[in-house]
């Protein structure tokens, strides 16, 4: 069993639709990042979280420590927001990381 | 743009050669972090440096090293390269020691042949 898991796997929404990804762990971690990888190839970070709630622009990112489980929730999705979106924790103990394998959105017009 | 550059964006070269991939982080990040990602592996973090001394390791071979200059560029050297070394390769840089946000660089598409 991955030590990060994602899902969905593949995403398809139409536009405006309201996005949920998620993420769940099963190791210790101080931190953990949503990074979107656009077509092209080229990864932006979306957000870095080791508690509570933030939200950027239409983007919102929750995480439960308890739980071991991490939302990203995209709002009045758009046909740029299509992308893998990827889940990243960074250990506790030693600040390796470990990735999941990625969300693959698509938002149609 | 990230403000991290990596280069070159395109290597193809063959098996059992070395190369040396390149990265210039953000002005005044220390950090400097080096992941892989491989269609059947997916990402995986390789090597963090921090003011040029080794900070974290991840899943890095012992034919591949890494290091962090004075002037806080970083170089990832692969060496006897295998077909499954075929890859992006991305640099990633943040201001902190710690857990903190990167910002990654655009990638170096490694092919072996």
């Known amino acids: 069993k991955n030590e990060v898991e994602q899902s969905p796997q593949n995403l398809t929404a139409q536009e405006g639709e309201f996005i949920t990804i998620n993420c769940s762990y099963s190791v210790g971690i101080s931190a953990l990042h949503w990074l979107q990888q656009h077509p092209g190839g080229g990864i932006v970070s979306l957000f870095m979280l080791s508690s509570g709630k933030k939200k950027h622009g239409r983007l919102i990112a929750t995480i439960n420590i308890q739980e071991k489980h991490s939302s990203l929730h995209i709002t009045a999705s758009h046909p740029r927001d299509s992308a893998v979106y990827i889940c990243a924790v960074r250990l506790y103990n030693n600040n390796d990381m470990r990735f999941g394998a990625g969300t693959r959105l698509t938002v149609k017009p | 743009d990230s403000g991290v550059t990596q280069t070159p964006k395109h290597l193809i070269t063959a098996t059992g050669q070395r190369v040396t991939l390149r990265c210039s982080p953000r002005?005044?990040?220390?950090?400097v972090y080096w992941y892989q990602q491989s269609l059947d592996q997916g990402l995986q973090f390789l090597i963090q440096?921090?003011?040029?001394?080794?900070?974290a390791k991840g899943n890095i071979l012992e034919r591949f090293s890494a290091q962090q200059f004075p002037d806080l560029h970083s170089e990832l050297n692969l060496s006897s390269l295998e077909l499954g070394d075929s890859a992006l390769y991305f640099c990633?840089?943040?201001?902190?020691?710690?857990?903190?946000?990167?910002?990654f660089g655009q990638g170096t598409r490694l092919t072996v042949v």
């Open positions: 440096y921090y003011n040029g001394e080794e900070r």
């Open positions: 990633a840089s943040s201001s902190s020691r710690a857990v903190s946000e990167a910002f």
């Open positions: 002005s005044g990040d220390l950090s």
